[in-house]
Structures are given as structure tokens and as C-alpha cells.
T-cell receptor
Framework: GESVGLHLPTLSVQEGDNSIINCAYSNSASDYFIWYKQESGKGPQFIID?????DKRQGQRVTVLLNKTVKHLSLQIAATQPGDSAVYFCAEVGGTSYGKLTFGQGTILTVHP | DAGITQSPRHKVTETGTPVTLRCHQT?????MYWYRQDPGHGLRLIHY???????DKGEVSDGYSVSRSKTEDFLLTLESATSSQTSVYFC???????????FGPGTRLLVL
């Protein structure tokens, strides 16, 4: 079936570096994408989203890029901090009547002080 | 967390017993969802609701039922718990089909 996946299961960076987390999706009908952050023992936390009519969206220290041609999403975190250490999921929405989210497996980001 | 609480936060139960998990939201969101999260499977949708008394199945609904008698509450029932239902259960809410879903803190369920 359709799925959303991540290229890298783990990413380790130094504090202050920029981080890039990638995600490939396979459903060309998906038209809304969300990045979530999940810390240990907590629920997924919304970070940023993007709709298919955009190719870039910026938030506070985060930027999401969408390349529909190659069905690829990325999350860029500027000046990564130890508090950014978590699992990051991309999720896609599309093709259903109820807002079904299809999640990737997640990337573990570890930030070293 | 968009005003979402889940109860209980932790539960240990025995195989064959019924279990009910509660999700409560204060945001008046129309849509509510129940997911389970397991290693190697990520988050999978169990059931969802698109309004009071309006519910439908997700991708892993066998062995589960739900009810929504009020906008703010969405209950998930394991009719006869099995060890394969040991998992972390998350509730989520959303305002619309193409809108963000906000997640609760989760319930850790262990079925012995």
C-alpha cells in the first residue's frame, strides 16, 4: 500500500549545527504533509505542516521543503539544540474522507552538547 | 496538546478482560482518532470519529470498539484484551480532514 518512509533512521549532530531530516512519500495524491516531534514517553507534537501548493514553509528555527516531482519532504532545523533530540515523523494526508494520516517510521535525532 | 487528556495513563490487565480507554478534549474539535504505536509499525489508526455518534474503522480495528456520545469524549474499548494489544495508545483530534491532528499524551497498556 501507500506509505511514507524516511531515508535515515538515525541522525547525530553537534549542538549548534543545522539538521536535515528527509522523508520520501509514495502517494502522489497526498496533498498535505505534517512533521511531528516525539520525545520519549510523550505523544507526537506538531512542528510544521505544508500543503501541496507550496514548496517551502518556514517556522521558528524549522523549515519544511516539499519536492513533489520526486515525492520528497525534508525538515531543516537550524542551530540544533539538545532539546531537539527526539524522534521525528513525517506524515501525509490525502485520498480519504476522514483525514487519514500515513506515518513514516521515524528518524531519531540525537544532539550532542 | 490542544487540551487533550487520556486516562488512564498506564494500565496492566489480564488476557480476556475488557478495557476502556478514555480520551477527553477541550478544543471542540470535530474529528477524533485512536492510534496505537508499536515498534516496527509506527502509528496505526484503529478507529476514528467525524462527529457525535459518527465513527468508523481504521486499519487495525479488529478487537476494538469505540463510542462518542459527546463532542469532548472518545472511548476506546478492548472487548477482550489479548497480549497482541499491548501497546501505547494515542488519541488525536483535528478540526478538519485536511488539517493537523493534535495528539494526547498516550496510554501505556500491558496485557498479561
Amino acid at each position: 500500500g501507500e506509505s511514507v518512509g524516511l531515508h535515515l533512521p538515525t541522525l547525530s549532530v553537534q549542538e549548534g549545527d543545522n539538521s536535515i531530516i528527509n522523508c520520501a512519500y509514495s502517494n502522489s495524491a497526498s496533498d498535505y504533509f505534517i512533521w511531528y516531534k516525539q520525545e520519549s514517553g510523550k505523544g507526537p507534537q506538531f512542528i510544521i505542516d505544508i500543503r501541496s501548493n507550496m514548496d517551502k514553509r518556514q517556522g521558528q528555527r524549522v523549515t519544511v521543503l516539499l519536492n513533489k516531482t520526486v515525492k520528497h519532504l525534508s525538515l531543516q532545523i537550524a542551530a540544533t539544540q539538545p532539546g531537539d533530540s527526539a524522534v521525528y515523523f513525517c506524515a501525509e494526508v490525502g485520498g480519504t474522507s476522514y483525514g487519514k494520516l500515513t506515518f513514516g517510521q521515524g528518524t531519531i535525532l540525537t544532539v550532542h552538547p | 496538546d490542544a487540551g487533550i487528556t487520556q486516562s488512564p495513563r498506564h494500565k496492566v490487565t489480564e488476557t480476556g478482560t475488557p478495557v476502556t480507554l478514555r480520551c477527553h478534549q477541550t478544543e471542540n474539535h470535530r474529528y477524533m482518532y485512536w492510534y496505537r504505536q508499536d515498534p516496527g509499525h509506527g502509528l496505526r489508526l484503529i478507529h476514528y470519529s467525524y462527529g457525535v455518534k459518527d465513527t468508523d474503522k481504521g486499519e487495525v480495528s479488529d478487537g476494538y470498539s469505540v463510542s462518542r456520545s459527546k463532542t469532548e469524549d472518545f472511548l476506546l474499548t478492548l472487548e477482550s484484551a489479548t497480549s497482541s494489544q499491548t501497546s501505547v495508545y494515542f488519541c488525536a483530534t483535528g478540526t478538519g480532514v485536511q488539517e493537523t491532528q493534535y495528539f494526547g499524551p498516550g496510554t501505556r497498556l500491558l496485557v498479561l
